[in-house]
Each structure stands twice: as C-alpha cells, then as structure tokens.
Antibody, heavy 123, light 109 residues
Framework: QVQLQESGPGLVKPSQTLSLTCSVS??????????WTWIRQNPEKGLEWIGY???????KYTPSLNSLVTISVDTSKNQFSLRLNSVTAADTAVYYC???????????????WGQGTLVTVSS | DIVLTQSPGTLSLSPGEGATLSCRAS???????LAWYQQKSGQAPRLLIY???RRATGIPDRFSGSGSGTDFTLTISRLEPEDFAVYYC??????????FGQGTKLEIK
C-alpha cells in the first residue's frame, strides 16, 4: 500500500525558509486520481491545512499562507515538497504530508498520512 | 471559511461504554463531505470515516458516523482500550479548501 515519509531539517532560524520533502512509496505520484497535500499541527492552531498539488503541478494554498508557501512536485523522484518563507516561531509545528483522492468534481479526505516531522523555528 | 466546532472538548468514559462525539459546521456541507480522524499520542491522524458515514478500510464496525447538513456525529459503540485518543472532524470539498475541528479528547474514566 502507499506510504508517505516526510524529511527535512528539524530546526530552522527565524526569517529563513522551511523546506520539507515527502517521498511516496508503494504507488506512483503520477496520474489524476490523487492530489498531494501538506498539513501542520501545533498546540496553538491545532490541525491546519497548508495546501495541495496535483501531479501536473496545479496548486491551491490556504489563504493565510498563500504569499509565503510553495508546494512543488517531482514525478521522476515520486516526491513532492513544501517551502515556507520567512518563518517565525509561530511556524513551529509537526508537519505532515498526505494523499487526497480526487472525487467527481471535488477533492476528498486525507489518507494515508506520513508519520510527521517536527520543525522548530528558533535562533 | 467553514468553521467546525466539536463537542465535548473532553469525554471521560470507561471501556465497554458507548461514546458520542459531535461536530457542528458553520454552514451546510456539500454532499456531506465530512471525515473523522483518530489521533493517538505521537502518531499521525488516521482516517476513520469519510462521506459522513462510510468507514475507511480496516476500521472496526464499532465506529460509525452519521449526520447531514451542519450536524454530524461519530459513535463508538463499545469502547476498547485502544480507542482512547483524540478525534477530529474535517470538512472537504467546500471551495476545494479544508478545515478541521479543534478535537475531542476521549479519556479513560
């Protein structure tokens, strides 16, 4: 079955860029049946959806992060990535990647999820 | 944006009892596009229910979802020790955006 695994630095300095990668195994990131998403979780905001991307590069982001976030896809590596610019302490969170099934005319739930990776923003 | 409000915040029950968790949306959900997740400490959320009432693969039948419009319920018929966790609802499909509820913690009494 499909498995997702996040990777990247666990510590980022304030004002710098957070970069994470999600590696997909057990299935191809190609094709129109699924989209791929990033979510984060911290005690202050709970679970927060960040954005998603299709295999062809179509993206949508949550409005509060729209100017700061970029999600990209590398189909040759079966990976997708997250970049979050100008981070502050408020961006400290566990970051998850997950898969979204494409429904008729819409998008579905998140399943499966990666195990998550803690990113701390601190100098 | 659609806001999801879960209640209660914490539910204290004993194994063997039944649990009822509520999720209320600030506006009616398209096609009942509501999911429920279970999260245990140190783990990622796990999908339990989608489409308000459809169990995900491998989820025991003691978990059931119901509701429509703005009011949704997750019911656990007979609590097992492994069911004590935090439960989240999520709406999907609305403007292709996503929001989560704040969670209900199910703890052992």
């Amino acid at each position: 079955q499909v498995q997702l695994q996040e990777s990247g630095p666990g510590l980022v300095k304030p004002s710098q860029t957070l970069s994470l990668t999600c590696s997909v195994s057990g299935g191809s990131i190609n094709g129109g049946d699924y989209y791929w998403t990033w979510i984060r979780q911290n005690p202050e905001k709970g679970l927060e959806w960040i954005g998603y991307i299709s295999y062809s590069g179509y993206t949508k982001y949550t409005p509060s992060l729209n100017s700061l976030v970029t999600i990209s896809v590398d189909t040759s590596k079966n990976q997708f990535s997250l970049r979050l610019n100008s981070v502050t302490a408020a961006d400290t969170a566990v970051y998850y990647c997950a898969r979204i099934p494409r429904l008729h005319g819409s998008f579905g739930w998140f399943d499966p999820w990666g195990q998550g990776t803690l990113v701390t923003v601190s100098s | 944006d659609i806001v999801l409000t879960q209640s209660p915040g914490t539910l204290s029950l004993s194994p063997g009892e039944g649990a009822t968790l509520s999720c209320r949306a600030s506006q009616s959900l398209t096609s009942n596009y509501l999911a429920w997740y279970q999260q245990k400490s140190g783990q990622a959320p796990r999908l339990l229910i989608y489409g308000a009432s459809r169990r995900a693969t491998g989820i025991p039948d003691r978990f059931s979802g119901s509701g429509s419009g703005t009011d949704f319920t997750l019911t656990i018929s007979r609590l097992e020790p492994e069911d004590f966790a935090v439960y989240y609802c999520q709406q999907y499909g609305s403007s292709r955006m996503y929001t989560f509820g704040q969670g209900t913690k199910l703890e052992i009494k």
